[in-house]
């Protein structure tokens, strides 16, 4: 599977937009981009994901490169709620690894009033 | 349908105890992933079934791990003896046939060896 590079943590005010970089230079084939977050002591929470195509939703938006080697999640209005870590995973498409998403260490992201 | 469900939310046990962790998925998912988090750390995989097949185990998963999904519905998760290593968050998740949409995780069961 390929790995991922995340900031260790960030900061943003709260009402603007927060954008969460995440490098994955080792990207290959039809290996799908995914961001999840985690508030504490909750299971992570799915955000979206995309192949090569920018994608959005009412919670966020995905900025792919057109390399694939990066991405960007957009969170457009930030709130005190969205304070969490956020975990940028590529999947696996070999095999019976089918879909099986591998975390790294994630972002903190912290929202400040 | 609320969602993955896990029972306990809680466990504290002795070390050597066994203890046995239930998930419940979604109903039309068809696959079922078990990950373990410790404090600090991302969740990492442990095993995964497509229906009541398990497909996949981690070397993380060594012999005093078992994890069943009988029906292809419910799954239990048991750890025999326990060690105080084994302190850990235990998610479960599910996901569609495709795998491709996102997991859906539960919140998790907190075991605590003492």
């Known amino acids: 599977d390929a790995k991922t590079t995340q900031p260790p943590s960030m900061d943003c005010a709260e009402g603007r937009a927060a954008n969460l970089p995440c490098n994955h230079s080792?990207?290959?084939?039809?290996?799908?981009v995914y961001w999840y977050r985690q508030i504490h002591s909750q299971g992570p929470q799915y955000i979206i994901h995309?192949?090569?195509n920018n994608e959005t939703n009412e919670m966020a938006s995905l900025i792919i490169t057109e390399d694939r080697k990066s991405s960007t999640l957009i969170l457009p209005h930030a709130t005190l709620r969205d304070t969490a870590v956020y975990y940028c995973?590529?999947?696996?498409?070999?095999?019976?690894?089918?879909?099986?998403?591998?975390f790294g260490q994630g972002t903190i992201l912290t929202v400040h009033p | 349908d609320t969602g993955v469900s896990q029972d306990p939310r809680h466990k504290i046990t002795k070390r050597g105890q066994n203890v046995t962790f239930r998930c419940d998925p979604i109903?039309?998912?068809?696959?079922l992933y078990w990950y373990r988090q410790t404090l600090g750390q991302g969740p990492e995989f442990l095993t995964y079934?497509?229906?009541?097949?398990?497909?996949?185990k981690s070397r993380l998963l060594s012999d005093r791990f078992s994890a069943e999904r009988p029906k292809g519905s419910f799954s239990t998760l048991e750890i025999q003896r326990t060690e105080q290593g084994d302190s850990a968050m235990y998610l479960c998740a599910s996901s569609p046939p495709t795998g491709r949409d996102g997991y859906t995780f539960g919140s998790g069961t907190r075991l605590t060896v003492v």
């Open positions: 995973i590529v999947s696996s498409d070999r095999g019976t690894s089918y879909g099986k998403l591998t």
């Open positions: 080792t990207i290959s084939g039809n290996e799908y």
């Open positions: 109903s039309e998912h068809n696959r």
């Open positions: 079934f497509q229906n009541e097949a398990q497909l996949e």
């Open positions: 995309g192949l090569k």
